[in-house]
């Protein structure tokens, strides 16, 4: 079976870099290498989709925690061009209908995280047409879209496919996209040629070269089932970690560039649970030591702490740039949603402790008063008020440590922010984790709305980003189109999925 060579298009970026055809002066024994139409371009060009692990730039480690109860299917948004959710601040999620943008790769596993990047690659107009007016057109099976999107990554010349399928690209695609799929598709490579590029190849690549080169004969073919290609683009059972891999948890966060927040969590190739997020917006106030006294979203849900300057602050025992303080009282305050021209509350007396995050306060500081009080480390006696003292401060070091990280990324931008905003995003952690401590537990008929509120307050952190990443104006409605969003796995072994906005 002749063998494609246009499918190295689909290997890796840094190693597509190391692949030079030109190397390949001509055959043995002289004889050059006969015209290959589309070769001399795949030489030096980008690939069809090129999106890789590389492009996954807006990971959030510090949400890692942030697992929300409170979420809204996304059915109930309004739809806008292209079958787009047009989103007010709030939690949805949908299962969307997602495609395998590498063949001969190994499908989603158990455990593998996936991170937000672009569609980039010469044909990552055309794939996103296609995935767009998937949505207008519901009548066209998925496994079709499939094979289209698998022949263009190929490709695969248009007029070689089978007539049904054609015809679906058709509804899909412009004019112009049909004839540039014909005029980019890759001539048959020389038996001698295949054998010369294959053995410079290394293994994974040559996995997937040979992969793509299999489904561009069976598509040309037209009359093989979808089964068979599947099995050849999509690999199944275990895999170890790709080249160029990183460790990426299930269930992480990424920063859209629409303004949303947005995860993925697949079930196979075709099918993937999008979870995307908008931040309400939020005030919050501090007191004269910079502590967060109150946390208010724009529903009028409302937490508000005195602290109990009587009892000592308590540094961090590891970290000097935190330091605890005990509560005097904690008060949570809804709307009441018979009337909300009246409030709700609840309030407890003496419980509770947040951390407060210091590096840029004055002289009289938190972390200078409480610095020449005895370390008492991880230990705290029977009664005492900084009660779960160990786990806190662990889970205070981590969360200190992620935003660390967070910030060198966000601070190598050129924009300016204010010390006021970076410090919101540090403190909101530690002051929603003591609140959520002290009132947890409560009994009686207030325990569904405490816990909602709770939900809400998480919220505020996503809110601390928005604003630092400057890509969003919290509160007001967005436009999230997902036709442009590629889910990229931690293990590049993996496959990369691209998504839209039909539902499975």
Not at 8 to 37: S, T
Not at 316 to 337: C, E, G, I, K, W
Request: proline share 8%; hydrophobic share 35%; aromatic share 8%.
């Amino acid at each position: 079976m002749a063998v494609g060579v246009g499918l190295v298009a689909m290997a890796p970026v840094p190693v597509m870099a190391q692949l030079r055809l030109p190397n390949i002066p001509g055959l043995p024994g002289g004889v050059p290498i006969p015209p290959v139409p589309g070769l001399g371009e795949l030489m030096g060009d980008r690939p069809p989709v090129s999106t890789s692990l590389e492009d996954a730039k807006t990971e959030l480690a510090l949400l890692d925690t942030y697992n929300p109860q409170r979420v809204a299917p996304a059915s109930q948004l309004r739809r806008g061009e292209h079958g787009s959710f047009v989103v007010v601040p709030g939690v949805y999620e949908y299962e969307a209908q997602s495609y395998c943008l590498h063949a001969g790769t190994h499908g989603p596993g158990q455990g593998d995280g996936y991170l937000y990047a672009p569609l980039l690659g010469k044909r990552e107009t055309i794939v996103r047409r296609v995935l767009q007016n998937s949505v207008a057109h519901p009548d066209i099976p998925q496994r079709d879209i499939q094979l289209l999107l698998w022949a263009i990554l190929s490709r695969t010349r248009f007029n070689d496919l089978s007539s049904d399928l054609q015809a679906a690209g058709r509804r899909l695609l412009t004019r112009e996209d049909i004839n540039d799929l014909n005029g980019g598709a890759l001539g048959n490579i020389p038996p001698e040629v295949q054998r010369r590029i294959f053995a410079e190849l290394p293994p994974a690549v040559r996995q997937v070269v040979q992969a793509e080169a299999n489904l561009r004969s069976l598509l040309t073919r037209g009359n093989a089932s979808y089964a068979e290609m599947e099995r050849i683009a999509v690999l199944v059972g275990e895999v170890g970690m790709g080249e160029g891999s990183r460790e990426v948890p299930t269930g992480r966060w990424s920063m859209h560039p629409s303004g949303l927040f947005v995860r993925y969590n697949p079930s196979g190739y075709s099918r993937t649970k999008v979870q995307f997020a908008l931040p309400d917006r939020y005030t919050i106030t501090r007191d004269t030591l910079g502590r967060i006294t109150s946390v208010t979203d724009s529903q009028g849900y409302r937490s508000e702490v005195v602290y109990d300057d009587r009892i000592a602050p308590r540094p961090h025992p590891t970290d000097p740039q935190l330091v605890a303080y005990a509560f005097q009282s904690v008060r949570l305050t809804r709307p009441n949603p018979a009337n909300r021209a009246q409030t709700e509350q609840f309030e407890v007396q003496n419980q509770g402790w947040a951390f407060t995050h210091a590096p840029r306060r004055a002289a009289s500081n938190p972390v200078t008063l409480a610095a020449a009080l005895p370390l008492p480390g991880f230990f705290t006696a029977q009664g005492d008020r900084y009660w779960d003292w160990a786990r806190r401060g662990r889970e205070a070091y981590d969360q200190q440590q992620a935003v660390r990280d967070y910030w060198e990324r966000v601070d190598r931008a050129t924009r300016d922010r204010s010390a006021q905003d970076i410090d919101d995003l540090t403190d909101l952690g530690h002051y929603r984790d003591g609140v959520e401590a002290a009132t947890t537990g409560s009994t009686g008929d207030r325990v569904g709305w405490i816990a909602d509120h709770h939900e809400r307050q998480r919220g505020a952190l996503l809110y601390a980003i928005c604003v630092l990443e400057e890509r969003c104006e919290p509160g007001s409605s967005r436009t999230y189109d997902p036709s442009g969003d590629v889910a990229v796995p931690g293990n590049t072994s993996r496959q990369r999925l691209g998504q839209s906005a039909r539902g499975f």
